[in-house]
């Protein structure tokens, strides 16, 4: 994990994040070491570069890189792309 000048408050970044409050579990979890996916066949745990607002997050088989928009107290809000390794 790398995190150069953020312009977003990491405080609420660092939390765990679900797409479906009624689901059955959560997505994913920003930590301060570590991206990790809750529901993933291998190993959850990948790391992630944040730089300014723009995110980057090595996942096993593809990078997804993208723009944080905002975050809050219960809200997330990502732009972004997935790259083929």
Do not use: C
Not at 63 to 83: A, M, P, Q
């Amino acid at each position: 994990m790398i995190i150069n000048n953020p312009i977003i408050d990491t405080t609420y970044l660092s939390k765990i994040w679900t797409l479906d409050p009624n689901g059955p579990q959560a997505d994913f979890w920003f930590k301060r070491t570590e991206y990790y996916v809750v529901d993933y066949y291998a190993n959850g745990a990948m790391p992630y570069k944040l730089d300014r607002d723009s995110l980057t997050i090595a996942h096993t088989d593809f990078i997804r890189k993208g723009r944080i928009i905002s975050v809050g107290k219960d809200t997330l809000k990502f732009s972004g792309v997935n790259v083929k390794t």
